[in-house]
């Protein structure tokens, strides 16, 4: 009986020893991107998915560890259905509304929920007036103006050589998929995919300027003019 519990003991031991070898052998570098692509959400936090499954559950003795499980909690309580059950309930029930245009969401549009959104670009950059350049230029009356504005900011090549200005509908598909609005910009922002929130977060930044420009129309109604 001795000898079981003894060898027992030592099986266990190795396994924790040798858990935390391939743990210091192998250690991840936190990547501070996306492990899980959530579709339709757009506020997920980061989350090492690699890291979680090694070191479950010796790690949770670690507070990142911890805060990673919670985080993970998180990204599948906002799982949204998926598309095709959405797409057959669809079928059953009545046809999906058509989705507003620019003009009738920034008639409604939510200032404060747009400066909410707008603040995980707060660590790039700055909205006030006179506020400094960080890791992009600030943002004070951006719409409106040339698009490659800010004398004091150093564009990327692709920004300098755009032609016009950040007009509504500009701001509108860059802020959905910048890399795609403009190619070879430095902008690493993987886009905001909601159009409410983009014209809430549009409505913000026209705000944060010393003149308003007019907002869009809104398309016409069907079998009558736009209100």
Known sequence: MTKIILAAIFAVSLMIAANWFAGFVFRDAYSHQLVID???????PLVNR??????????????????QVRAQMQNVENLEPPKRLTALTSEVGSPPAPEPDLGTL????????????ARVCGSCHTFDDGGRNGTGP??????????????????????????????????DAYLLKPGAAIPGNKMSYQGLRKARDRADVIAYLRAQGASQIPLPARAPIEGGDAP
């Open 106 to 117: 920034l008639a409604s549009a939510d200032i404060a929920n747009g400066e909410k959104k």
């Open 50 to 67: 690699a890291h979680l499954q090694r070191s479950w559950p010796q790690g949770l003795g670690a507070l990142s560890t911890r805060a």
């Open 38 to 44: 959530i579709p339709d959400f757009d506020e997920a």
């Open 138 to 171: 600030n943002l004070w009356g951006v719409v409106g103006r040339d698009i490659a504005a800010t004398a004091s900011y150093n564009y990327s090549a692709a920004l300098s050589s755009e032609p016009g200005n950040w007009t509504f509908e500009k701001l």
